[in-house]
């Protein structure tokens, strides 16, 4: 089923146009179909490592680690990739 009709979120907008696609902004398309299903799995998946790095950063506070909370506070301000 083709997302076209679904807005586009300006995440996937600019993805679009930064990837030279502006032609399939709106428009029936399978290849921007597939461009948007993998920045909704890509955006899932960050949340899910922010999210196990949120945990480990609240256990390593709660006994006093601040090594190994610095060190996580670094992993989550990388990008992923």
Request: charged share 20%.
């Amino acid at each position: 089923m083709s997302m076209h009709r679904k807005p586009l979120t300006p995440t996937e907008e600019a993805g679009l146009r930064a990837h030279g696609l502006q032609r399939n902004i709106g428009v029936p398309s399978q290849l921007a179909d597939v461009f948007r299903q993998g920045v909704a799995w890509g955006e899932v998946a960050e949340r899910e490592r922010c999210s196990q790095i949120g945990v480990q950063m609240r256990t390593a506070a709660l006994l006093n680690d601040w090594h190994t909370f610095d060190a996580l506070l670094g992993e989550f301000a990388r990008p992923n990739g």
